[in-house]
């Protein structure tokens, strides 16, 4: 009988294992899972705590061993668990839980054509930032913005060609006048509702984290950013999909500082 499709050689030394892609929207992971051929942890194989209402999807791809999260839907409202709590919460039981050697946060963004942004670009961010934590205090305000370099993969960056952009977070999908000025401030390429979260615990357990963003809506463009978001998130999540998948195909079988 023929070994399954993702069967390998042993890696090599020191070579990455475990991958963790941690996404917001249903709509966003499904593809993914597909991709990977990815399924769906039971209840009764659960990693998470009682109550939380986050779905894992696992499998085995290339010889990574990869899980998905994403934090579900609420339990009253029926809608997906999107913001910075649900994204924070999720990775932080998920590293404990996991001991993921990468984590890959994907996800839809905002795009700011100023900085050379158009609808479907996928960026993949140098840095992430929060805007919308404002506490004008001498170094407590450095520590709202939470400024973070993410984990730096120069070649992955050469091999697919993406562009780069900082990365901006804020719990609202709007942009009020406040966070305009904060995003500004951070130089940002892309805005999203999940990253810095994530940038933040996974720098807290020392997890390298990585974070692919393909822009749904221009910000600074003439259409209400609602309505373009819905109407680009099933096309801009196919790009966002072929893009992950290059990006953990060009991971397989690295280590670390192949990246």
């Not at 994204?87 to 100023?114: E, M």
Request: charged residues 20%; aromatic residues 6%.
């Amino acid at each position: 009988m023929a070994p399954p499709s993702d069967a390998s050689a042993p890696l090599p030394a020191g070579a990455i294992s475990k991958v963790l892609i941690v996404i917001a929207m249903q709509t966003e992971a499904l593809p993914l899972v597909n991709s990977f051929h990815l399924h769906e942890a039971p209840a009764h194989e659960s990693i998470f705590p009682k109550g939380a209402p986050w779905i894992r999807y696992h499998g085995n791809y290339k010889g990574l061993h990869i899980d998905l999260v994403w934090p579900g839907k609420d339990p009253a409202l029926g809608v997906d668990c999107v913001g910075t709590v649900s994204a924070a919460l999720v990775t932080y039981a998920s590293i404990q839980s996991l001991k993921p050697d990468l984590i890959i946060n994907a996800g839809t963004a905002g795009g700011f054509k100023a900085k050379g942004a158009g609808i479907g670009d996928v960026f993949l961010a140098s840095d992430a930032a929060f805007h919308d934590r404002r506490i004008p205090i001498p170094v407590f305000d450095m520590y709202g913005i939470g400024a973070r370099k993410t984990f730096a993969t120069p070649n992955i960056l050469k091999e697919l060609g993406l562009k780069v952009g900082k990365l901006s977070t804020g719990d609202s999908l709007d942009m009020s006048p406040h966070d305009e000025s904060a995003i500004l401030n951070n130089d940002a390429t892309v805005k999203d509702m999940e990253g810095a979260a994530v940038a933040y615990v996974a720098d807290m357990f020392s997890t390298p984290a990585i974070f692919v963003k393909a822009v749904t809506d221009i910000v600074d463009g003439e259409k209400p950013t609602a309505e373009e978001f819905l109407q680009n998130l099933v096309a801009v999540t196919a790009a966002l999909d072929k893009t992950v998948t290059e990006v953990v195909d060009f991971i397989s079988g690295k280590c670390l500082s192949d990246l």
